[in-house]
Nanobody, 123 residues
């Protein structure tokens, strides 16, 4: 079974950068659709960035141009580079994967989840 473990979270001032990494084990991620989600208390998890089985990338409008997503199949990692962070980016970030093709989907479509990691951008 696929296991996902996030790292790299923390607190950063507005305008700064953070890089999240998701280490995968248990099965190859070469063709797995994967995504990063953000969860804020009281709201549902929302997709931030995704990469589908054809390695097409998609981003939520509020991070477009500031965040990048990258999958390294040799290292079995999925990274999220977050630049020019805003206070609205605060939340728990989760790495997720599913079997299929598409990745920019609702959270309920994903089977595999990491434990989550906190990102805080003080206002």
């Amino acid at each position: 079974r696929l296991q996902l473990v996030e790292s790299g979270g923390g607190s950063v001032q507005a305008g700064g950068s953070l890089r999240l990494s998701c280490a995968a084990s248990g099965m190859p991620i070469t063709n797995l659709p994967m995504a990063w989600f953000r969860h804020v208390s009281g709201r549902s998890r929302e997709v931030v960035a995704s990469i589908d089985s054809d390695n097409d990338e998609r981003f939520s409008p509020y991070v477009e141009g500031r965040f990048t997503i990258s999958k390294d199949t040799d290292k079995s990692t999925l990274d999220l580079q977050m630049n020019r962070l805003r206070p609205g980016a605060t939340g728990m970030y989760y790495c997720a994967a599913r079997e299929g093709w598409a990745a920019h989907l609702d959270a309920k479509e994903f089977t595999y989840w990491g434990q989550g990691i906190q990102v805080t951008v003080p206002s």
